[in-house]
C-alpha cells in the first residue's frame, strides 16, 4: 500500500515531509522485495506480528533479525533514523504495515511466489486481527483496518478462483483437429490436452468433495477429534471442535460460508443462555488433547512459541491446558498474544477464530519444504 | 550554497557553519539543498581504526552523551522524537479568543504536578514542563485575595504558522500501567475564527488529520448569554463545517464539546450546546458534550478541573466503530454452500 504511506506514516510523524514519505514509501518497496526472497519464518510472519502487536512488546529481542530486516531499509534511505528500538518502534511498525499492504495490493496475476506470499499475508493478518477488540488509537486502527479488509478481498478472490469449476482443457481437447500434414505431433498434443482435461476434472471434483464432506460433517454432528456427537459436548467444546474440524476439510482459502457452517454446528439445538459471550479463559476450559491432536505438523508448541500473536486463542488454550489459570499465566499469556484472557466472545465467535487459526496452520504446513 | 546536515542538532542551515567544524563540502553529514541522498557506502575512516560504523559521525555525535530538551513547546518535528517510540495522542484543543483552551491545558498540568489527577492515572513525564510552567504562571498573580480576570496570557506562537504541541505523559495505575502519551495543541483562537472567516486558513492546520481527537472549547458563559448565544452557535457550526470539508478531519475522530466556565454558570450545559452537537453529529462526528470549569472561581461549589481529565478520557478511550464487513454481493457464488450463512 505504497499509496498510503503518508496516511499510515503519520502514527509516527505529525506530519511527515514529502521526502520523508518517499524514503519510506521506498524503504517499504524494498521491504516487500526482502519478503519474496526470504522464508516466511525469518521475515514476514515476525513481521506481521509487529504490525498487530507492535515492535516493542515484548516479542522481539533488539537482536532480532527480523528488527535489522526492516530496519535497514529504512537507514540505507535515511541515516537519521535511531538505530535502537526504543526509538524507533513506531518507524518499524509503520514501515512494515506499509510493506505488508503492498504485498497484499499486488495484482493476483503476479508470479505465483509472491501471490503464495499474498494469501499467505492475509490468512496470518485475517487470524491475528479478526477476534480482537478494535484498537482505542484511531490512526492504528485505521491502519489495521486497511489491512484487514485487503486481506478479506485477498482471500476472498483467491477462494473464488479455487472453487472456479471450469472445462477449459476439455474445450481445448476436443478442439484440437488432426490433419495430414501434422501426424507427427499429435498424439503429443492429444495427451497433454488428455492430462490437463484429467487435472481439470480432478480440480472439479475437488470442490465437489470439499462441499459433500463439510455438509455431511455437519449433517451428522459427530466430533471425531473427540469421538462423541456434538449434542454430548458442551458449547465451547462443539465451537472449538467444529472450527478445527471444518478447517481440516476446507480447500485453501476457505470460503466465506464456513463462519456460517461453523454457527449452525454451533448454535443447533442450544438454548439462548448457552450462547452468550464467554470469556477466552474460560473457553480455554474446553480445550482438549484431541484439539491439540488435531493441530499438528508443525506442532501446536512451535507454533505458539513463534507465533503467539498470530495464534493466539490456540496459544491460550494451550497455556492454560497445560499451566492452570493463575494470575501470572494469565499476564504472561496477555504479553505473549496481545490479547487478553478476559476478552469475551459468543462460543461461535470462538470456533470461527479457531476456524482461521487451524487454516494458517495448514497454509504453513503446506509451504514447509 | 545553503543546505541541510542529517545531524539534527547542526545549525548549519540557519549559520552555514558545521556544528564539528568541518568544511561543509567534506563534512559526510552536509547535504546540499537539490543534491541527491547519497547511496550507504562505509565511510572513509580519518584514522586507520579497522571495522569502523558506517554512521561514524553520528555515533560519535551520540557518545557526547543525551541532548536534553528545552521543555518549551514542541515543533512537530520535536513530535515526531516522541511518537516514533510509542503511539501518541494528538489533540487537538480548538477554540474562539478567550473560550478557555489554554486553561483546559493549565488545570491538567497543575492537576498532575498537584498529585490532584483522578484516581486511576500518575503522572508520568513531559517533555514540555517549561512550556507549561509559563502558561500557569499567570495564576500564581493573586490580587487583592482573587484570582486576575484574565487567568492566562492570550497563546502567542513563535512561528505564526506552525502549531506547538504540549507533552504530558500519564500512567494508568491499574494491572497493565500502560504508558499514555498526550500531545496537546495549543493555538491561538485567532486560528479558530481566521478559519470561520476563510476557508484558506485550512493551510495552518495540516496537523489536524493526525488529531486522535479534538477538543472544542465553547464558552459557557457566551452560550448561555442572550445577546451572544446566536453568534458563538452559528460560528462554531461554521468551523465544524470546515473541519468536516475543508480540512477534512476524519470522521472516525471523537468530538468534545468542552462548555467551559461552567462555575460562572452553575455547570449548565446551555441548550445552544445541544444544538451544536446536533450540528456537529449531522457532518458525521460522535460529539461528547462536558461541562467543564478548567479553573475555577468558586472551587467550594464547582471543583477546579472539573471536565479536564474526562474530556481526554473520551478521547484516549473512545470506542471506534467496528470495521465493516466486507460485503460480498450475491451473485459472485453461483453455489448454494458458498453462500450458506448459517
Same mark, same amino acid.
Given at each position: 500500500m505504497l499509496s498510503k504511506t503518508l496516511e499510515f506514516y503519520r502514527i509516527a510523524d505529525v506530519s511527515p515531509s514529502d521526502e520523508t514519505v518517499r524514503k519510506r514509501s521506498s524503504s517499504a518497496e524494498i521491504l516487500v522485495g526482502v519478503f519474496v526472497k526470504t522464508k516466511d519464518q525469518d521475515v514476514l510472519l515476525p513481521c506481521i506480528q509487529g504490525v498487530v502487536a507492535g515492535f516493542n512488546e515484548g516479542h522481539f529481542k533488539p537482536d532480532s533479525p527480523v528488527l535489522d530486516a526492516v530496519f535497514q531499509p529504512i537507514h540505507k534511505l535515511d541515516m537519521t533514523v535511531p538505530s535502537d528500538l526504543k526509538e524507533n518502534a513506531v518507524i518499524l511498525r509503520a514501515v512494515a504495515a506499509i510493506a505488508v499492504g503492498e504485498l497484499l495490493a499486488l495484482p493476483a496475476s503476479a508470479e505465483a511466489e509472491v501471490s503464495d506470499k499474498a494469501q499467505l499475508a492475509a490468512t496470518a493478518l485475517v487470524s491475528s486481527l &479478526? &477476534?480482537? &477488540?478494535?484498537?482505542?488509537?484511531i490512526h492504528l486502527k485505521s491502519i489495521l483496518d486497511a489491512l484487514l479488509s485487503a486481506s478479506n478481498a485477498v482471500l476472498k478472490a483467491a477462494g473464488d478462483e479455487r472453487r472456479r469449476r471450469n472445462l477449459d482443457a476439455l474445450e481445448a481437447l476436443t478442439e484440437i483437429q488432426t490433419s495430414e500434414d501434422e501426424d507427427a505431433d499429435v498424439w503429443e498434443r492429444v495427451k497433454a490436452a488428455v492430462a490437463d482435461a484429467i487435472r481439470e476434472v480432478h480440480r472439479n471434483d475437488e470442490i465437489n468433495r470439499e462441499e459433500l464432506e463439510t455438509l455431511w460433517w455437519l449433517f451428522a454432528r459427530h466430533s471425531e477429534l473427540e469421538d462423541k456427537p456434538l449434542d454430548q459436548l458442551s458449547v465451547g467444546e462443539t465451537a472449538l471442535t467444529a472450527g478445527i474440524e471444518l478447517a481440516q476439510r476446507a480447500l485453501l482459502p476457505p470460503p466465506k460460508s464456513s463462519a456460517g457452517i461453523i454457527k449452525r454446528a454451533t448454535e443447533h439445538g442450544r438454548k439462548p443462555e448457552e450462547l452468550g459471550s464467554v470469556k477466552l479463559q474460560e473457553l480455554a476450559d474446553s480445550w482438549t488433547a484431541g484439539m491439540s491432536a488435531g493441530f499438528s505438523s508443525p506442532s501446536p508448541d512451535a507454533l505458539v512459541a513463534a507465533y503467539p500473536v498470530l495464534f493466539p486463542v490456540t496459544a491460550t488454550c494451550l497455556r492454560v491446558f497445560k499451566d492452570g489459570k493463575a494470575a501470572k499465566t494469565m499476564r504472561e499469556i496477555k504479553e505473549l498474544t496481545a490479547l487478553s484472557a478476559t476478552h469475551a466472545l459468543t462460543p461461535t465467535q470462538w470456533g470461527q477464530q479457531i476456524f482461521r487459526e487451524k487454516i494458517l496452520q495448514r497454509v504453513l504446513a503446506d509451504r514447509r519444504p | 550554497m545553503p543546505g541541510t546536515c542529517i545531524n539534527p542538532d547542526c545549525p548549519v542551515a540557519t549559520t552555514q557553519k558545521c556544528l564539528l567544524s568541518h568544511v561543509l563540502t567534506e563534512c559526510p553529514s552536509y547535504r546540499a539543498n537539490g543534491a541527491a541522498v547519497p547511496p550507504v557506502a562505509p565511510v572513509q575512516p580519518e584514522t586507520a581504526v579497522p571495522h569502523k560504523p558506517a554512521n561514524l559521525e553520528l555515533t560519535a555525535l551520540r557518545s557526547w552523551g543525551r541532548i536534553f530538551h528545552a521543555g518549551i513547546e514542541l515543533g512537530t518535528t520535536d513530535a515526531a522524537e516522541i511518537l516514533r517510540t510509542r503511539y501518541g495522542h494528538v489533540i487537538a484543543v480548538l477554540g474562539s479568543t478567550d473560550a478557555g483552551k489554554t486553561c483546559f491545558l493549565c488545570s491538567l498540568y497543575l492537576m498532575a504536578t498537584n498529585g490532584d489527577l483522578p484516581p486511576g492515572y500518575v503522572f508520568a513525564g513531559s517533555r514540555s514542563l517549561q512550556a507549561f510552567e509559563d502558561r500557569a504562571r499567570g495564576l500564581r498573580k493573586w490580587k487583592d485575595g482573587k484570582l486576575p480576570e484574565q487567568m492566562v496570557d492570550h497563546t502567542q506562537l513563535d512561528d505564526p504558522r506552525k502549531p506547538s504541541l504540549l507533552h504530558l505523559c500519564l500512567r494508568e495505575t491499574g494491572e497493565e500501567r500502560k504508558r499514555i502519551d498526550l500531545l496537546l495543541t495549543d493555538l491561538p483562537g485567532e486560528w479558530t475564527d481566521n478559519l470561520v472567516k476563510r476557508a484558506s486558513a485550512a493551510q495552518s492546520f495540516t496537523f489536524m488529520p493526525r488529531a486522535d481527537g479534538v477538543v472544542l472549547v465553547v464558552d459557557g458563559k457566551m452560550l448561555l448569554a442572550d445577546a451572544s448565544r446566536h453568534t458563538v452557535t452559528q460560528e462554531m457550526s461554521y468551523f465544524v463545517d470546515r473541519l468536516a470539508n475543508v480540512v477534512k478531519v476524519n470522521k472516525e475522530v471523537p468530538v468534545v464539546l468542552l462548555v467551559s466556565k461552567a462555575d460562572e454558570i452553575d455547570s449548565v450545559i446551555p441548550a445552544a450546546a445541544q444544538d451544536l452537537a446536533k450540528e456537529s453529529e449531522g457532518h458525521g462526528y460522535r460529539v461528547t458534550i462536558i461541562s467543564s470549569a478548567a479553573l475555577s472561581r468558586s472551587p467550594e461549589k464547582v471543583r477546579n478541573g472539573t471536565g479536564v481529565i474526562e474530556a481526554i478520557e473520551a478521547i484516549i478511550h473512545n470506542q471506534p466503530r467496528a470495521a465493516r464487513e466486507l460485503r460480498i454481493p450475491s451473485h459472485i457464488s453461483e453455489r448454494s454452500f458458498r453462500r450458506f450463512r448459517g
Amino acid at each position: 500500500m505504497l499509496s498510503k504511506t503518508l496516511e499510515f506514516y503519520r502514527i509516527a510523524d505529525v506530519s511527515p515531509s514529502d521526502e520523508t514519505v518517499r524514503k519510506r514509501s521506498s524503504s517499504a518497496e524494498i521491504l516487500v522485495g526482502v519478503f519474496v526472497k526470504t522464508k516466511d519464518q525469518d521475515v514476514l510472519l515476525p513481521c506481521i506480528q509487529g504490525v498487530v502487536a507492535g515492535f516493542n512488546e515484548g516479542h522481539f529481542k533488539p537482536d532480532s533479525p527480523v528488527l535489522d530486516a526492516v530496519f535497514q531499509p529504512i537507514h540505507k534511505l535515511d541515516m537519521t533514523v535511531p538505530s535502537d528500538l526504543k526509538e524507533n518502534a513506531v518507524i518499524l511498525r509503520a514501515v512494515a504495515a506499509i510493506a505488508v499492504g503492498e504485498l497484499l495490493a499486488l495484482p493476483a496475476s503476479a508470479e505465483a511466489e509472491v501471490s503464495d506470499k499474498a494469501q499467505l499475508a492475509a490468512t496470518a493478518l485475517v487470524s491475528s486481527l &479478526s &477476534s480482537r &477488540s478494535p484498537v482505542a488509537e484511531i490512526h492504528l486502527k485505521s491502519i489495521l483496518d486497511a489491512l484487514l479488509s485487503a486481506s478479506n478481498a485477498v482471500l476472498k478472490a483467491a477462494g473464488d478462483e479455487r472453487r472456479r469449476r471450469n472445462l477449459d482443457a476439455l474445450e481445448a481437447l476436443t478442439e484440437i483437429q488432426t490433419s495430414e500434414d501434422e501426424d507427427a505431433d499429435v498424439w503429443e498434443r492429444v495427451k497433454a490436452a488428455v492430462a490437463d482435461a484429467i487435472r481439470e476434472v480432478h480440480r472439479n471434483d475437488e470442490i465437489n468433495r470439499e462441499e459433500l464432506e463439510t455438509l455431511w460433517w455437519l449433517f451428522a454432528r459427530h466430533s471425531e477429534l473427540e469421538d462423541k456427537p456434538l449434542d454430548q459436548l458442551s458449547v465451547g467444546e462443539t465451537a472449538l471442535t467444529a472450527g478445527i474440524e471444518l478447517a481440516q476439510r476446507a480447500l485453501l482459502p476457505p470460503p466465506k460460508s464456513s463462519a456460517g457452517i461453523i454457527k449452525r454446528a454451533t448454535e443447533h439445538g442450544r438454548k439462548p443462555e448457552e450462547l452468550g459471550s464467554v470469556k477466552l479463559q474460560e473457553l480455554a476450559d474446553s480445550w482438549t488433547a484431541g484439539m491439540s491432536a488435531g493441530f499438528s505438523s508443525p506442532s501446536p508448541d512451535a507454533l505458539v512459541a513463534a507465533y503467539p500473536v498470530l495464534f493466539p486463542v490456540t496459544a491460550t488454550c494451550l497455556r492454560v491446558f497445560k499451566d492452570g489459570k493463575a494470575a501470572k499465566t494469565m499476564r504472561e499469556i496477555k504479553e505473549l498474544t496481545a490479547l487478553s484472557a478476559t476478552h469475551a466472545l459468543t462460543p461461535t465467535q470462538w470456533g470461527q477464530q479457531i476456524f482461521r487459526e487451524k487454516i494458517l496452520q495448514r497454509v504453513l504446513a503446506d509451504r514447509r519444504p | 550554497m545553503p543546505g541541510t546536515c542529517i545531524n539534527p542538532d547542526c545549525p548549519v542551515a540557519t549559520t552555514q557553519k558545521c556544528l564539528l567544524s568541518h568544511v561543509l563540502t567534506e563534512c559526510p553529514s552536509y547535504r546540499a539543498n537539490g543534491a541527491a541522498v547519497p547511496p550507504v557506502a562505509p565511510v572513509q575512516p580519518e584514522t586507520a581504526v579497522p571495522h569502523k560504523p558506517a554512521n561514524l559521525e553520528l555515533t560519535a555525535l551520540r557518545s557526547w552523551g543525551r541532548i536534553f530538551h528545552a521543555g518549551i513547546e514542541l515543533g512537530t518535528t520535536d513530535a515526531a522524537e516522541i511518537l516514533r517510540t510509542r503511539y501518541g495522542h494528538v489533540i487537538a484543543v480548538l477554540g474562539s479568543t478567550d473560550a478557555g483552551k489554554t486553561c483546559f491545558l493549565c488545570s491538567l498540568y497543575l492537576m498532575a504536578t498537584n498529585g490532584d489527577l483522578p484516581p486511576g492515572y500518575v503522572f508520568a513525564g513531559s517533555r514540555s514542563l517549561q512550556a507549561f510552567e509559563d502558561r500557569a504562571r499567570g495564576l500564581r498573580k493573586w490580587k487583592d485575595g482573587k484570582l486576575p480576570e484574565q487567568m492566562v496570557d492570550h497563546t502567542q506562537l513563535d512561528d505564526p504558522r506552525k502549531p506547538s504541541l504540549l507533552h504530558l505523559c500519564l500512567r494508568e495505575t491499574g494491572e497493565e500501567r500502560k504508558r499514555i502519551d498526550l500531545l496537546l495543541t495549543d493555538l491561538p483562537g485567532e486560528w479558530t475564527d481566521n478559519l470561520v472567516k476563510r476557508a484558506s486558513a485550512a493551510q495552518s492546520f495540516t496537523f489536524m488529520p493526525r488529531a486522535d481527537g479534538v477538543v472544542l472549547v465553547v464558552d459557557g458563559k457566551m452560550l448561555l448569554a442572550d445577546a451572544s448565544r446566536h453568534t458563538v452557535t452559528q460560528e462554531m457550526s461554521y468551523f465544524v463545517d470546515r473541519l468536516a470539508n475543508v480540512v477534512k478531519v476524519n470522521k472516525e475522530v471523537p468530538v468534545v464539546l468542552l462548555v467551559s466556565k461552567a462555575d460562572e454558570i452553575d455547570s449548565v450545559i446551555p441548550a445552544a450546546a445541544q444544538d451544536l452537537a446536533k450540528e456537529s453529529e449531522g457532518h458525521g462526528y460522535r460529539v461528547t458534550i462536558i461541562s467543564s470549569a478548567a479553573l475555577s472561581r468558586s472551587p467550594e461549589k464547582v471543583r477546579n478541573g472539573t471536565g479536564v481529565i474526562e474530556a481526554i478520557e473520551a478521547i484516549i478511550h473512545n470506542q471506534p466503530r467496528a470495521a465493516r464487513e466486507l460485503r460480498i454481493p450475491s451473485h459472485i457464488s453461483e453455489r448454494s454452500f458458498r453462500r450458506f450463512r448459517g
